[in-house]
């Protein structure tokens, strides 16, 4: 562990400068943030800024024990990404003060995650002799690594949802709702349900509960396929970029930014290939 640490203090010293800039200014604004929300009794979100803190450490972490080295770009933009999340949407209640602020980070999660997708397939493209996939493959599969990603994510609000009784599925107030559930006759054909102006919810022995003002509340399917949908926008987007840089490395090179990389990826081939000479 303490070989980790030293070599991750290593990294760090040798981040680039604006890289260093960025998570420090990060770090002290989360910093401050812990610390008023100490004075104000919210541990809750104590805890989720020592998250924001230790995710922002991943890529120096990465580097340190797996030999990733992430660009300069894309390390900031992983940082950046969490403070926006975690600080500024969950902390600040961005999610609601801004109502795109969601549509946003979504968008971002499918360009990055498609980012790493793409640099672990183009890796192990380049590197090896016996492997050679084409660029739409390539694109291919970064899209559904960022579409996997995204729904994994759901689940876990949805889990969130039922377990703790959250709302990471942010419900939302329609006018119009069709079900099945509706039919007296109980046959599969949908009633629709137009201009819904309120919404009365009462328990089982009548006592009203809630009323719910200007429609019906759906309960956060309309919020999960938004953020599917434009997490396959920012997907789609970098797997065209990757193409086109898989076939023009040289000309488009927007794509290079965010893809990431292993220090001296053939050490471990050349090792054993040596070590099987002297077998010999």
């Not at 940082?79 to 801004?98: C, Q, R, T």
Request: hydrophobic fraction near 45%.
């Amino acid at each position: 562990m303490k070989k980790i640490v030293n070599q991750a203090k290593e990294n760090y010293k040798s981040s680039k400068k604006s890289c260093i800039i960025v998570l420090n200014v990060c770090v002290f604004a989360v910093l401050a943030v812990m610390i008023r929300q100490i004075f104000l009794g919210n541990f809750q979100n104590v805890a989720l800024c020592v998250l924001s803190i230790a995710l922002m450490y991943i890529p120096v972490f990465l580097k340190s024990t797996m030999r990733i080295t992430l660009p300069n770009v894309l390390e900031i933009a992983v940082i950046v990404f969490v403070f926006a999340a975690e600080i500024l949407g969950e902390i600040a209640n961005f999610y609601n003060k801004i109502p795109i602020w969601d549509s946003i980070l979504h968008t971002t999660t499918g360009f990055l995650a498609a980012s790493v997708g793409f640099g672990l397939i183009d890796l192990l493209n380049t590197h090896s002799k016996r492997i050679q996939m084409t660029p739409f493959f390539v694109g291919l599969v970064s899209f559904c690594f960022s579409m996997t990603v995204g729904v994994l994510w759901e689940f876990f609000e949805f889990s969130g949802d039922k377990m703790f009784k959250k709302d990471m599925q942010k419900d939302r107030i329609v006018t119009v709702i069709s079900s099945v559930e509706l039919n007296p006759s109980g046959e599969n054909k949908e009633i629709v349900v137009k201009n819904i102006d309120h919404t009365v919810l009462y328990d089982k022995d009548g006592n009203e509960l809630e009323r719910i003002e200007g429609g019906y509340l759906d309960i956060g399917i309309i919020d999960t396929m938004k953020d599917l949908a434009v997490n396959m926008l920012g997907a789609a987007v970098f797997s065209t970029a990757g193409f086109l840089y898989i076939h023009r490395r040289d000309k488009y090179k927007f794509a290079e930014g965010f893809i990431i990389t292993v220090d001296n990826p053939d050490n471990g081939r050349e090792e054993s290939n040596s070590e099987d000479t002297i077998n010999n």
